[in-house]
């Protein structure tokens, strides 16, 4: 059932979302957005063997914080921003946990808005992704 902005309220946690790309499919993401550098596909690059293994893409983490987001819409809204800052490298076939929490909700010019706090924690439970969206609730 798609959100409203009845149905949440400031302080409520998004549902979490967990993600483990292997190789594969980082391999598919670079072909669709363009990022072939070797440190996300080849353990062999030097860069890799350095890191002693390769790492997940940053914009990898950010369309996954899009989803996690559009996720919890439901189609009852749309995103209008979303950023994150990469503080760390996430590993292939290690699980992140993307979540986040609503951080304050208002009405503006007649629209419905909320704006959330987001993250991308490592298996560690380390936040390597915050980020943060404003999406726009329908009617």
Not at 19 to 41: E, I, M, R, S
Not at 90 to 117: F, Q, Y
Request: net charge neutral; charged share 25%.
């Amino acid at each position: 059932m798609p959100l409203n902005y009845d149905s949440f309220k400031e302080g409520d946690a998004l549902p979490e979302l967990k993600k483990a790309p292997g190789v594969t499919q980082l391999v598919k993401y670079a072909a669709g957005g363009g990022d072939f550098n070797p440190l996300h596909h080849d353990f062999a690059f030097p860069q890799s063997k350095a890191l002693g293994s390769i790492i997940i893409h940053g914009r990898f983490k950010y369309a996954a914080l899009g989803e996690l987001v559009s996720n919890w819409l439901d189609h009852g809204g749309r995103i209008r921003k979303l950023s994150c800052q990469y503080r760390g490298m996430d590993l292939p076939e290690a699980e992140m946990t993307l979540g986040g929490t609503v951080k304050r909700k208002w009405e503006e010019n007649g629209e419905k808005l909320a704006e959330l706090d987001l993250y991308v924690n490592n298996a560690k439970g380390k936040n390597t992704t915050p980020g943060t969206a404003i999406v726009v609730l329908n009617g």
